[in-house]
């Protein structure tokens, strides 16, 4: 019997999946490269597509939209209309467009479409990801679920949770009083919460509430759509790259004053050894991610990384933390070795790394 590779069962299950097109420009490819392996069916304008589901009964609706980014961009005011639309407000939505355009991209987010490829692109890495959307779909609608469903789960070992407990409780003791007056001069800087809650994605896609100091304004997260777009040190680095995973903002103006000198110091990472004492993630490991970001992480190549703990340090820090030439994929391949390869040894070599490492000059 032979073994199956990685992409075995895009090109054996997803025969069934239906896909909805619109569009001229990338039509030949689309339907040379991906029609024998999905049922689709091709519009030429966006109307002819909004007229074909107008059509569709609750039996026959496509399970993904992939349509082109028309001329006069009337693709963004019709994912608007399928959002209000009871029947169709949930199908998986794609966007392809021939030309690269940092507005295009940042509608998208703003939109929330499942994902945006700019042409050229791989069209077996599409492939992938369609039929990726279309599983994840019907497994759980969300990441929290999904954790249920991982294959392979990480147990902590009892040595790993010990050092955590041992360096996380008398670290967060001999803290509070430094705890206490970041707290007072946070409250003093700027309006706002002292803490800063945001929902990561730590080990086996688990969900769960990561604590910083604030460090930022209070409407940092509504703008991070544009300056993901215009500010990411970790922006697509090849030629046709649909979008980077990570997002990480040069020179980022949302951050306060005081929170300059509390991310120089790293004292804004220190309500998370509270995460560490609950068991949400450990001293050293790959950092837990936002959910935008570990959305983008589900091929079968990286979401490895998520099959290894999460941490408040580890390679990366270590190792390239704020030097600009440092790339996407470099950072993801330390994080794969990492949840390969971890052990006692290498999480006492990290920590003692980790002491130089915050007196880099970073500007990211």
Same mark, same amino acid.
């Given at each position: 019997m032979t073994n199956k590779t990685a992409t075995d069962w895009n090109e054996n299950s997803n025969s069934q999946i239906r896909i909805a097109y619109a569009g001229l420009e990338l039509k030949e490819l689309v339907a040379n490269d991906l029609a024998s392996y999905f049922r689709i069916d091709f519009n030429n304008t966006i109307k002819e597509l909004e007229d074909y589901l107008g059509d569709q009964s609750i039996l026959t609706i496509p399970d993904i939209i992939l349509v082109?980014?028309?001329?006069?961009?009337?693709?963004?005011?019709?994912?608007?209309?399928?959002?209000?639309?009871?029947?169709?407000?949930?199908?998986?939505?794609?966007?392809?467009?021939? =030309?690269?355009?940092? =507005?295009?991209?940042?509608?998208?987010?703003?939109?929330?479409?499942?994902?945006?490829?700019?042409?050229?692109?791989?069209?077996?890495?599409?492939r992938e990801r369609l039929?990726?959307?279309?599983?994840?779909?019907?497994?759980?609608?969300?990441?929290?679920?999904?954790? =249920?469903?991982?294959?392979?789960?990480?147990?902590m070992p009892f040595g790993k949770r010990f050092l955590d407990l041992f360096i996380a409780g008398g670290m967060f003791i001999c803290l509070l009083?430094?705890?206490?007056?970041?707290?007072?001069?946070?409250?003093?800087?700027?309006?706002?919460?002292?803490?800063?809650?945001?929902?990561?994605?730590?080990?086996?896609?688990?969900?769960?509430?990561?604590?910083?100091?604030?460090?930022?304004?209070?409407?940092?997260?509504?703008?991070?759509?544009?300056?993901?777009?215009?500010?990411?040190?970790?922006?697509?680095?090849?030629?046709?790259?649909?979008?980077?995973?990570?997002?990480?903002?040069?020179?980022?103006?949302?951050?306060?004053?005081?929170?300059?000198?509390?991310?120089?110091s790293s004292l804004d990472e220190l309500p998370q050894l509270f995460n560490i004492i609950r068991g949400d993630m450990s001293v050293v490991g790959n950092r837990p991610l936002p959910v935008y970001e570990a959305e983008m992480l589900t091929s079968n190549e990286w979401s490895m990384r998520f099959l290894g703990p999460a941490g408040l340090t580890g390679l990366w820090q270590i190792s390239r933390r704020g030097k600009e030439d440092m790339s996407e994929r470099e950072r993801k391949k330390l994080d794969n070795f990492y949840a390969q390869k971890y052990s006692l040894w290498l999480d006492l070599k990290i920590i003692i790394g980790t002491v130089p490492a915050l007196f880099q000059k970073e500007k990211v």
């Amino acid at each position: 019997m032979t073994n199956k590779t990685a992409t075995d069962w895009n090109e054996n299950s997803n025969s069934q999946i239906r896909i909805a097109y619109a569009g001229l420009e990338l039509k030949e490819l689309v339907a040379n490269d991906l029609a024998s392996y999905f049922r689709i069916d091709f519009n030429n304008t966006i109307k002819e597509l909004e007229d074909y589901l107008g059509d569709q009964s609750i039996l026959t609706i496509p399970d993904i939209i992939l349509v082109e980014v028309d001329k006069d961009e009337e693709c963004f005011a019709l994912v608007d209309r399928l959002r209000h639309n009871f029947l169709l407000n949930g199908l998986i939505i794609v966007m392809l467009s021939t =030309k690269k355009d940092k =507005k295009q991209v940042q509608k998208a987010m703003q939109l929330k479409l499942h994902d945006f490829y700019t042409y050229p692109f791989s069209t077996s890495d599409l492939r992938e990801r369609l039929n990726f959307l279309v599983k994840f779909k019907l497994i759980k609608p969300k990441l929290i679920e999904l954790s =249920k469903e991982v294959d392979i789960t990480y147990k902590m070992p009892f040595g790993k949770r010990f050092l955590d407990l041992f360096i996380a409780g008398g670290m967060f003791i001999c803290l509070l009083p430094v705890m206490a007056l970041v707290a007072i001069a946070i409250k003093l800087d700027s309006r706002g919460p002292i803490f800063y809650k945001s929902k990561r994605v730590g080990t086996g896609y688990k969900v769960f509430d990561f604590y910083k100091f604030r460090s930022m304004r209070t409407d940092a997260d509504q703008l991070l759509a544009q300056m993901a777009v215009d500010n990411n040190q970790y922006a697509a680095e090849e030629e046709g790259s649909a979008k980077a995973a990570f997002v990480k903002i040069k020179n980022d103006p949302r951050i306060t004053k005081l929170g300059n000198f509390l991310r120089g110091s790293s004292l804004d990472e220190l309500p998370q050894l509270f995460n560490i004492i609950r068991g949400d993630m450990s001293v050293v490991g790959n950092r837990p991610l936002p959910v935008y970001e570990a959305e983008m992480l589900t091929s079968n190549e990286w979401s490895m990384r998520f099959l290894g703990p999460a941490g408040l340090t580890g390679l990366w820090q270590i190792s390239r933390r704020g030097k600009e030439d440092m790339s996407e994929r470099e950072r993801k391949k330390l994080d794969n070795f990492y949840a390969q390869k971890y052990s006692l040894w290498l999480d006492l070599k990290i920590i003692i790394g980790t002491v130089p490492a915050l007196f880099q000059k970073e500007k990211v």
